[in-house]
């Protein structure tokens, strides 16, 4: 059960952020102008901010099918938020949020994020998780010329003005985690199996391109499941003809919890079978449990058995505010990185303005240099530079890291891979 602690961190962990994750040039190099400048002066386009407040929205699936990946990105967030605030806010202001349910529905995101940008007139959002609820807010945040921090690793061949993207692309994560695979087990056949909307289905079709013409490889078997299919036994049973070298997976959601149960019960386990996942976080685990999955892989920018001060010091903070039963993901700290990168643009524009603050972010030099996962820093592409990790997961649901790779410049849009 997790539960909310409201109490102030202690001093000690509040000093730790303020020198670490605050440690950003364009955060805390504040001039005494900007720290006390007017809401008409820092603020043209009508958005919601007076001299002392400044309003954000949160949207998320708390509810359906995507509620077990999506809730420790909506804590995430809220984390950050609280931390800016208690070490002095944004451009002199507190940040207040506005939540809203995507319910695990695309209309039903579109229409929040229309609600949050025209009515409410929030400086930013963070949230969506799913391409799916991406692709179907992106019309809203270009037209309304909203922004738009997405935490979520993805396809890639995307890059809009109005998206900060704060999870992998797909060079970062899909390629990287194939080579890997290739190269340490000696795979040279693949079954594929995703959930059935635009994320799996383009990973997927990246994946196939990458073992067919770089690795020689081949793909034996390929299918897809609705979100939220329980049923995997037709799967399992052409899996076990196939007696492919990698289950390659992308299924996502609360669909995970019945595939890994069934593939046990079915005797895939890792003793006989390597699976690697690239949907798979420790928010998922919690449901599908340590036992179901043991041995098997996920390729991620972060774990949170990360051994460094600074995920440390993330790890507690998190925990002290939403329960020590609650773990984070690889999504859950790209949600985390959100309001500190949009604390950095903004106080480099000096405005909450969004063109400014798309502006500041695109110059290439805004960066977290003790962020949970390790450095990061933006790219002009909207994207961040990170490091890719594989995950050999355990018993009690934490994995053990066994690969990191150097860092990797982002590229939405590789060659050949379109």
Do not use: C
Not at 235 to 249: E, H, S
Not at 339 to 358: C, N, T
């Amino acid at each position: 059960m997790r539960k909310t602690n409201n109490s102030r961190l202690p001093s000690i962990m509040r000093r730790r952020f303020v020198k670490g994750l605050m440690a950003l040039p364009a955060a805390i190099l504040l001039s005494n102008m900007s720290l006390s400048a007017s809401a008409a002066d820092v603020n043209t386009t009508g958005l919601a901010v007076t001299d002392d407040t400044v309003t954000v929205g949160i949207l998320h699936s708390l509810t359906g099918t995507m509620a077990i990946s999506e809730t420790g990105a909506q804590e995430a967030e809220k984390l950050a938020i609280k931390q800016i605030n208690e070490s002095g806010g944004i451009l002199g202001r507190q940040i207040e949020i506005i939540q809203e349910d995507g319910a695990s529905d695309w209309p039903t995101f579109a229409e929040k994020s229309k609600k949050l940008l025209v009515k409410d007139k929030v400086a930013a959002v963070f949230g969506a998780w799913t391409s799916a609820s991406r692709k179907a807010v992106l019309p809203v945040f270009e037209k309304e010329n909203g922004l738009l921090y997405y935490p979520t690793f993805y396809e890639g061949l995307e890059q809009s003005k109005n998206v900060i993207y704060t999870g992998q692309e797909a060079t970062q994560q899909i390629l990287d985690g194939l080579n890997w695979v290739a190269k340490e087990k000696q795979a040279k056949t693949f079954y594929l199996i995703g959930s059935d909307y635009i994320w799996p289905r383009t990973a997927m079709k990246i994946a196939r391109k990458h073992i067919e013409n770089v690795l020689g490889g081949k793909v034996v078997g390929e299918e897809y499941k609705p979100l939220g299919n329980t049923q995997f036994g037709s799967v399992i049973n052409k899996i076990r003809l196939k007696k492919p070298d990698v289950i390659y997976a992308a299924v996502v959601g609360g669909s995970n919890v019945a595939w890994f149960k069934q593939l046990k019960a079915a005797g895939i386990t890792s003793k006989k079978q390597t699976l690697l996942t690239i949907s798979v976080t420790e928010d998922e685990v919690l449901g599908i449990g340590g036992e179901n999955l043991e041995g098997f892989y996920s390729i991620m920018k972060y774990f949170q058995s990360q051994d460094n001060e600074n995920n440390k010091a993330f790890v507690k903070a998190f925990k002290d505010m939403w329960g020590e039963d609650s773990v984070i993901g690889d999504v859950t700290q790209a949600a985390y990185l959100g309001p500190w990168l949009w604390k950095a643009a903004v106080e480099k524009a000096g405005s909450f303005d969004i063109d400014k603050v798309v502006a500041a972010s695109e110059k290439g030099d805004i960066e977290l240099t003790t962020a949970p996962e390790g450095y990061v820093k933006l790219h002009p592409n909207h994207h961040l530079w990170s490091k890719a990790r594989v995950g050999e997961w355990k018993k009690d649901g934490q994995a053990t890291v066994v690969y990191t790779s150097e860092l990797i410049e982002p590229n939405p849009f590789p060659a050949g891979y379109q």
